[in-house]
């Protein structure tokens, strides 16, 4: 069964447009959730999480329905934002305390034990923690009541490279076992490139692709060649492509590959697909 | 509830705004004053800093992530500025009972005593039900609904001296000459929970369509 399951998620907007979203994940993978700043990843995960209604759509968590039965459902998830510094005056200790007590199922001994594991001081104000720790914080209070789902909002978003490695090695750990798994939205491609099982990319409100990683790069290729022999036909087989001082370069399709033999293709990097797709309808010639 | 109402008194409100209620009500000891002014004092001081305190510290954000009904945070919270205004009444009527052993009732404006305190409960009340409604249809902007609610609330303290002054039976009924004051302060009493229960109730139906 899946863990988390988005059936046909929308929500309009003045100026966005959700459109239909729909993607599974199963207990014991990670999914990125990509997309470029605005293309609704924070839209989507709050839509799943009923802090924005959404206009249509389901959301099913280990198989019932999130907004019939919120409040058992949120026992068993551990949710990151953006916003990590709420109450951030306040002790670790302290916040840990008045949040435990919502949670009937939660284990003291492994609270103490994740904040021994992650060197969090139960006397520091969150306020005085780095992102990171503010994460590994949220993390072990997600852990402490045993959350089977957890979903993160650009956790690694303003981390240094050596901190956003170790929170994702903390991420492969802990599916580890197969019975958590994790959704996270991200910008940083690289995040994706060391910690992901799926990819789910979104653009301008709507899900171009729900795949695995490697399904996902391997469906496109960079092709490379001299301008002039781009001709109109083969513009119109590229999601974009762009004009430079020694040709142009393009993402395709890998279906639409064999239309172009004789120029230079190559496998591209999720953060190709992400810069291709969102210049689609703005080529640079 | 109980877990969201220590939630509220562990995180939200300080206990120095319990302290505060107990110097708020001090002011009662000084002698010939108008002493509706008192209960604005929670409005004026204590309000606009709690509900900073809630926007600063993305409080909407923090709870919606608790496995707890949207309607539970909101009574929680209207329970939880109840209870401080229970307190400064409370605090005021041990004011007012040094004050009355001390200079006696004689004042220029309405005078202390049960009657007083009933007036301040109504004072609360109607400053509750414009204050949380209006609030809660955004969860974050409170300038515009405190300020309404201040002057409404004001409005009413406002009357309650006139009609002191033109009105003997109700003075009587005011200023303790009918049962002590008991009446008034039953009455008050009764006029605060209902105000708050109706508060509540619109309050909470506005924010679970307020999008977080």
């Known amino acids: 069964m899946n863990i988390l399951e988005v059936r046909d998620l929308s929500k309009r907007y003045p100026k966005f447009h959700l459109r239909d979203v729909s ?21 989507t995960l709050k839509s799943i999480l009923n802090m924005v209604h959404p206009d249509g759509g389901s959301v099913l968590i280990n198989g019932k329905e999130f907004r019939e039965n919120e409040l058992e459902l949120k026992q068993m998830i551990g949710v990151v934002l953006g916003d990590k510094d709420v109450y951030n005056l306040y002790r670790v200790g302290k916040i840990a305390r008045v949040v435990s007590r919502f949670y009937p199922g939660w284990d003291d001994a492994a609270y103490r034990s994740y904040c021994d594991r992650f060197d969090l001081d139960q006397d520091r104000r969150l306020v005085e923690l780095s992102q990171g720790m503010r994460t590994k914080f949220f993390l072990t209070i997600a852990l402490s009541h045993d959350a089977k789902l957890f979903i993160f909002d650009e956790p690694t978003s303003g981390l240094d490279p050596a901190a956003r490695d170790d929170l994702l090695a903390i991420f492969q750990e802990l599916v580890k076992d197969g019975d958590r798994s994790i959704l996270y939205s991200t910008h940083i491609t690289s995040d994706l490139e060391k910690c992901a099982d799926f990819v789910t990319y979104i653009d301008d409100g709507e899900l171009l692709d729900v795949t695995t990683k490697d399904d996902f790069i391997d469906a496109y290729r960079i092709v490379q060649g001299k301008w002039e022999s781009l001709d109109s036909r083969l513009k119109g087989k590229t999601i974009s492509h762009r004009k430079h001082d020694y040709g142009f370069s393009a993402l395709i399709r890998r279906v639409d590959a064999g239309a172009f033999s004789g120029f230079q293709i190559d496998p591209p990097s999720i953060e ?5 797709h969102t210049r689609r309808g703005r080529n640079h010639e | 509830m109980n877990n969201l109402l220590r939630k509220e008194f562990g995180l939200t409100i300080h206990p120095m705004y319990v302290g505060a209620a107990f110097i708020f009500g001090a002011l009662a000891m000084i002698p010939q004053w108008p002493y509706l002014i008192i209960p604005f004092y ?30 539970a945070v909101v009574a929680a ?10 307190l400064h009444v409370i605090a005021a009527g041990i004011g007012s009972a040094v004050h009355l052993a001390v200079f006696g009732p004689e004042n220029f404006a309405l005078q202390l005593g049960l009657g007083y305190l009933g007036v301040c409960l109504v004072i609360y009340g109607v400053f509750n039900v414009v204050l949380f409604p209006m609030y809660y249809r955004t969860a974050e902007k409170f300038g515009l609904p405190l300020i309404l609610a201040i002057v409404v609330s004001a409005v009413v303290a406002g009357a309650a001296e006139v009609l002191v002054g033109v009105s003997e039976p109700v003075a009587a009924v ?16 009764i006029v605060f929970v209902l105000l708050g229960y109706v508060a509540f109730r619109v309050s909470a139906k506005r924010y679970e369509t307020v999008q977080l």
């Open chain 1, 272 to 276: 190709d697909i992400m810069i291709y």
């Open chain 2, 77 to 86: 919270r209207v329970m939880s500025f109840s209870i401080l205004e229970l």
């Open chain 2, 42 to 71: 929670f409005c004026w001081v204590t309000v606009p800093t709690l509900m900073g305190r809630l926007k600063t510290n993305k409080d909407n954000q923090f709870s919606a992530l608790l496995p707890v009904p949207r309607r």
């Open chain 1, 23 to 43: 993607f599974s994940l199963e207990p014991g993978y990670i999914m990125g959730f990509i997309g470029v700043n605005g293309a609704g990843k924070t839209t």
């Open chain 2, 174 to 189: 005011l200023e303790n000459r009918v049962a002590a004051g008991v009446p008034a302060l039953l009455g008050g009493a």
